[in-house]
């Protein structure tokens, strides 16, 4: 016998796990090519289903599984998640196209530092689909074998079979393109690494050749290295060497007979959940803050079963199950196994609903491969790890003893299932539940890095406020929750990132206490000025002046409001719009019209109420607050065109809360709001000047639930959002108000990314879930409560939920990238933002927002 097996294995035909290596040939763009056969390889997208609603997950379900059953049907599959180390070093190449003003690469510097401290492991999800046999396993092994011996072998794969093989997986590419996957022909360079990572050197990826081909010596290379197996791990051996790295395969062995999805079902989804406590050597580490993902990487081959061999095994399963329930019923006992009777039951419902075509059955061969690069005992608590996490879900994980060498062979892109026993026949809709596809991802492709993902899978998030002008896409950003939950000092971080792009930022600083952006860009070089508005700067603001062309129209109406929400509330109530809106009718008609001008005019007028309404008028005019909106102009220039930071704030302004009835305000909270308005159109006039045309242009409103509060704040706000998208101007609010935001139609068509912070009252959490696109309901209600606080009901600044302008969302936390930026942003009292301490009696303990 046993020479019979050594027969056997010398010629290949012991079975599939005595199965020589993959032996690669060739590769190219979405094609591995061996020397046996050819496969297509994808990479998939990711989808966003921490926080996708009900409905909409089971819209994607049904999506995934019809396209595992229209698409894959028959083919020979192999899904691997695999994870690669953030490679912070890349941003700091980037920044050289994001950036160009200011000191700008220590401003990248101090993020690539900040990244290789969170060093957020990178996802990558790769579907491979075999797609052409070139020849089966005996007449490789032994053509190869004789040439190699001769100094004859040749592994050339000849342009037209490359053309035909990517023209095969281009095909299947189109259609796997429209699934909820969006894959994507893997690079050449994705595939070697795949590849070469197996063997843990640190050695360059070979360069492609001028037909983007990696073959003979340059592949060769790729898999040089060797392997030492033993009963529970394998062992890589280094160029040196020395043991690079220890990895064990991990068997999923049982499944519980009902999964539910979200939950226990999402089985692949969940790798990136797995946490262990390494041992460190070292005394004094506090193994609380050392929790390390484990990256389990699974590798699923898998085979859609046609319709017709799907009911075959049905059927055998049913017969052998009866012929067993008609045994035990001839037996002395009469009775029959409890599970014999269910599974028949379950046989023959499964096979009417196969016969509906309803359901479609698949084979597939979970494994999880686990590696270590510190030691052997580190790969054993990280195998510990992902076995208690998986039965905590009832899922049966174990160390494949003795047949390690064969699955990790397995695993390798290229093989073969080389332990057919070790597999599970389930549904697709059972598979596509497992959502390996799934887990967080939300932002901009590009642009400036802002924090990192929170939810069920890593990763680093960008946003760049200047980005939707030059997509053609809407403008607007808006930073909406309750006070001190870090909504500002994001603001200021995404504000720095825009003026280091080169843009002209505007700040309108009501609540004044955003200096530390001053402070921060001055520190950085960048163009930053503080500037007070006051008696010095009368006239700059004159809606008259800043309403022109094709806004000039509108000038008449928003004069006159404006000087109606100044106006005192006796003469309101007395009926003054109606003397101001005539002078502003007879100004504009006499020409060159002005603010100023319509104060004078009712002074000078014949009717005795408007001449008092016009001296109320002209004595508020002379205030700080007053003065910048419909006093006499100065000829002061409050700021120059030009690229920079600008934070305007006005000093003694005090703004109603929106819970205030307006009747109630007091008249130096009339002048406040009045201003405000003007202080808008201001920016708004500025970002459209001729000499700021080709500038990037972001304007900065904070509080603006003040405004959204007045019938004529809300139409004012939603008319310069319109104007600023005409501008290519990108619109930055800050709101605790997203009810009363949520009714500005205009304004809320115009939001392209909106971040969510912590809200308390269910009316408020309700509106915000509707912007952020989430179901309005308990849940969500839930998560908005817990958005700002950590698990000790700590209060966790910078901490959102981010919608993006592809209406995903998903928690963000916004990140400093350093303790120095943290103090300088910081928006407290305690804070000398002019660029140093005054006292700070509390260090901050981290560096979120």
């Given at each position: ?55 909409a997950r089971d819209a994607e379900h049904d999506q995934a599984s019809s396209a595992l059953a229209r698409i894959l049907a028959g083919q020979e599959c192999h899904l691997r998640i695999l994870w690669s180390p953030l490679n912070a070093e890349d941003y700091r190449a980037e920044a050289h196209d994001l950036f160009s003003a200011g000191n700008f690469e220590e401003w990248a510097d101090l993020r690539v530092e900040r ?559 009045a201003l405000v308005h003007s202080m808008l159109a201001y920016g708004i006039s500025m970002a459209g000047r001729k000499d700021l045309r080709g500038l990037r242009k972001v304007i900065a409103v904070p509080e603006a639930h003040v405004l959204t509060a007045t019938r004529e704040g809300a139409s004012f706000l939603s008319y310069i959002a319109r104007v600023g998208r005409a501008l290519q101007t990108a619109l930055v609010i800050d709101t605790q108000d997203p009810e009363s935001l949520a009714r500005l139609t205009g304004l809320i068509e115009q939001i392209t990314t909106l971040f969510g912070f912590q809200l308390t009252s269910a009316e408020q959490q309700d509106a915000l879930a509707a912007l952020l696109d989430l179901p309005v309901g308990p849940h ?70």
């Amino acid at each position: 016998m046993k020479i019979a097996k050594a027969i056997g294995r010398f010629l290949g035909v012991t079975g599939d796990r005595s199965a020589p290596p993959p032996r690669y040939v060739a590769l190219a763009d979405g094609v591995l090519v061996t020397e046996t056969h050819a496969e297509a390889w994808y990479v998939l997208a990711s989808s966003n289903t921490d926080l996708m609603s009900e409905s909409a997950r089971d819209a994607e379900h049904d999506q995934a599984s019809s396209a595992l059953a229209r698409i894959l049907a028959g083919q020979e599959c192999h899904l691997r998640i695999l994870w690669s180390p953030l490679n912070a070093e890349d941003y700091r190449a980037e920044a050289h196209d994001l950036f160009s003003a200011g000191n700008f690469e220590e401003w990248a510097d101090l993020r690539v530092e900040r990244m290789n401290d969170l060093a957020l492991p990178s996802r990558h999800l790769l579907l491979g689909v075999r797609i052409q046999e070139r020849a089966n396993h005996a007449k490789a092994r032994g053509r190869s074998g004789m040439q190699d011996a001769l100094g004859i072998g040749s592994t050339a794969v000849s342009q037209r079979e490359l053309a035909r093989l990517d023209a095969l997986a281009r095909r299947l590419g189109r259609q796997l393109e429209t699934t909820p996957w969006r894959a994507q022909p893997a690079p050449v360079e994705m595939l070697a690494w795949m590849i070469a990572r197996e063997q843990h050197r640190l050695t360059a990826l070979p360069t492609p050749s001028t037909a983007g081909v990696v073959s003979g010596a340059k592949l060769a290379q790729l898999t040089r290295g060797r392997v030492i197996p033993y009963s529970d791990h394998v062992r890589i051996i280094g160029a040196k060497g020395e043991v690079a790295a220890w990895t064990s395969v991990l068997t999923m062995d049982g499944f519980p007979e009902e999964l539910e999805s979200p939950g226990p079902g999402e089985f692949l989804r969940a790798v990136s959940e797995i946490t262990y406590v390494p041992e460190f050597e070292e005394e004094g580490v506090d193994p609380d803050v050392q929790i390390l993902p484990v990256n389990p990487e699974p590798s699923v081959r898998f085979k859609v079963l046609h319709r017709r061999d799907a009911l075959k095994e049905i059927d055998e399963v049913r017969r052998l199950a009866k012929e067993q329930r008609q045994s035990a019923a001839k037996n002395s006992a009469g009775e029959t196994a409890q599970e014999i009777e269910e599974t028949e039951e379950t046989m023959a419902v499964l096979s009417r609903d196969m016969k509906r075509e309803d359901v479609t059955l698949m084979e597939d061969h979970p494994r999880l491969v686990v590696s270590s690069d510190v030691s052997l005992d580190d790969l054993r608590a990280k195998v510990d790890a992902v076995i208690t996490f998986y039965g905590g879900l009832g899922i049966e994980v174990s160390v494949a003893g003795e047949e390690q060498k064969e699955l990790w062979l397995e695993s390798l892109p290229g093989d073969m299932v080389r332990v057919p026993d070790l597999s599970h026949t389930r549904t697709v809709g059972a598979f596509a539940g497992s959502w390996f596809w799934g887990g967080a991802s939300v932002g901009d492709d590009d642009g400036p890095v802002i924090g990192y993902l929170t939810g069920s899978t890593p990763g680093l998030v960008r946003n760049d406020l200047t980005g939707g002008s030059a997509r053609g896409d809407a403008t607007t950003t808006a930073f909406i929750g309750r006070s001190g939950r870090g909504k500002t000092t994001a603001m200021m971080l995404s504000l720095l990132d825009a003026a280091f792009r080169g843009s002209f930022v505007l700040a309108l600083d009501f609540k004044g206490d955003m200096a530390g952006l001053v402070a921060a860009g001055q520190r950085f070089q960048l163009n930053a000025h503080l500037v007070e508005t006051g008696s010095q700067y009368a006239g700059v603001a004159d809606l008259f002046t800043l309403l022109t062309g094709e806004s000039a129209e509108r000038a008449q109406t928003e004069v006159a409001a404006q000087l109606g929400i100044a106006l005192p509330q006796h003469l309101r109530m007395r009926g003054a719009e109606t003397p101001i809106q005539s002078a502003v009718n007879e100004v504009i008609a006499s020409g060159s019209p002005a603010t100023w001008k319509v104060i004078d005019h009712l002074r000078n007028a014949a009717d005795d109420f408007a001449r008092e309404t016009g001296d109320a008028l002209y004595e508020l005019a002379q205030t700080g607050l007053g003065a910048p909106f419909m006093g006499k102009p100065s000829g002061a220039v409050l700021m120059t065109p030009e690229p920079g930071i600008w934070v305007v704030q006005i000093p003694g302004i005090t703004l109603p809360s929106p819970e205030d009835d307006r009747e109630d305000w007091s008249v130096h909270q009339r002048l406040s709001v009045a201003l405000v308005h003007s202080m808008l159109a201001y920016g708004i006039s500025m970002a459209g000047r001729k000499d700021l045309r080709g500038l990037r242009k972001v304007i900065a409103v904070p509080e603006a639930h003040v405004l959204t509060a007045t019938r004529e704040g809300a139409s004012f706000l939603s008319y310069i959002a319109r104007v600023g998208r005409a501008l290519q101007t990108a619109l930055v609010i800050d709101t605790q108000d997203p009810e009363s935001l949520a009714r500005l139609t205009g304004l809320i068509e115009q939001i392209t990314t909106l971040f969510g912070f912590q809200l308390t009252s269910a009316e408020q959490q309700d509106a915000l879930a509707a912007l952020l696109d989430l179901p309005v309901g308990p849940h969500t209600r839930a998560l908005i409560q817990a958005i700002g606080v950590d698990v000790t009901q700590e209060i966790r600044h910078g901490h959102a939920i981010m919608r993006d302008r592809r209406f995903s969302s998903a928690t963000v936390q916004f990140d400093v990238p350093s303790l120095e930026l943290l103090q300088l942003l910081s928006t407290t009292p305690k804070v000398d933002n002019s660029g140093g301490r005054k006292d700070l009696t509390k260090e901050p303990q981290g560096v979120g927002a």
